[in-house]
């Protein structure tokens, strides 16, 4: 059997979701938001809400989210994305609202509105992008960069004693008794990414039957902001951020009632 | 026994080579080109070795610029 014969329409088992834009996304090759954006595509398409989304796209590397996505937008101040949600929904009930932030807007300048929605119990999603640096503005230290890391402002690797621990502001949420779903996952194998996906899939459902707040944490990569190609960027997760940000849900609420 | 063949098409003006899915193919199908590039500069990813693909889409799962399609027939 030949090529030609295979790829038939009626054959195909895998395209892109109708809902992601042809426009050329900016991202860096081999960049994870890239295929968190593409996820956050199907769900909304699988779960029929395109009329029914709202996006709330942060100031970073994703600030753009608004140009590749086919749903509708609104764009934040730094930080202040959850703060933006929580009017949308509380407007806007019945509708679909998620953020897409990245770790210098969740976990640094926006680390108030993050822990008080959570705390609110908001019934938003909050979809947030760990990548352990500050990516759009030249790979500086993040609050979530991790011990011994070298970014442009801690060229000798980060020290405790002068810079503070990485912050791991997951957890902290998981123990607020307003938020639904935790969980952290990651998209550097196809396995991950399909877990991902089913992440952001209950986190949506939870925010439309107005649950709670869920928070789906996507430890990612940044190759250009670590220095190292796509695939050395994916080991040095796996090898580095693992230990500091452990993959798994963190609380399920529904889970935990079903025992 | 049934054979499970399959096909990729790549969107080569969206691809930015990354190498992702060249990394998570199983059968060693993909590669990046040697020497072609396309619009932007990127040597894109083709199907090196399109008798050994399974449509088990891996490459299209962890591609960031949503540009692999994946086609999958039972041969009998």
Sequence with gaps: ?????????????????????????????????????????????????????????????????????????????????????????????????????????????????????????????????????????????????????????????????????????????????????????SVHTPANVRKTKAAIKKAFQNSMEGKGTSVVEVVSTCNTGWKLSPEKANQWMVDNMFAKYPLGDLKNVDAEKKD | MAKIRGAVTVNSERCKGCNLCVVACPCDVLDLMKKEVNNRGYHFAYMAAPEKCIGCQSCALVCPDACIEVYRVVEK
């Design chain 1, 1 to 185: 059997m030949e090529n030609n014969d295979i790829i038939k329409i009626e054959n195909r088992v895998y395209k892109k979701p109708s809902l992601l834009n042809d426009s050329h996304m900016h991202y860096c090759p081999g960049c994870s938001h890239g295929v968190v954006h593409k996820l956050v595509a199907e769900v909304i398409e699988e779960l029929g809400l395109q009329e029914k989304a709202i996006g709330v796209s942060p100031v970073g590397c994703a600030v753009f989210a608004y140009n590749y996505i086919d749903i509708d937008w609104l764009e934040a101040a730094h930080g202040r994305a959850t703060a933006m949600a929580t009017a949308a929904k509380r407007l806007m009930p019945d509708k679909l609202v998620f953020t897409y932030q990245g770790d210098g807007d969740f976990a640094a300048i926006g680390t108030c509105e993050s822990i008080h929605s959570c705390n609110r119990g908001e019934s938003i999603a909050i979809i947030f992008i760990n990548n352990a640096i500050y990516g759009m503005t030249g790979g500086q230290m993040a609050p979530t960069t991790l011990l011994g890391q070298k970014t442009a402002t801690c060229p000798y690797g980060r020290r405790a004693d002068l810079n503070g621990y990485p912050l791991s502001i997951t957890p902290l949420l998981a123990q607020l008794d307003g938020t639904r779903y935790v969980t952290r996952q």
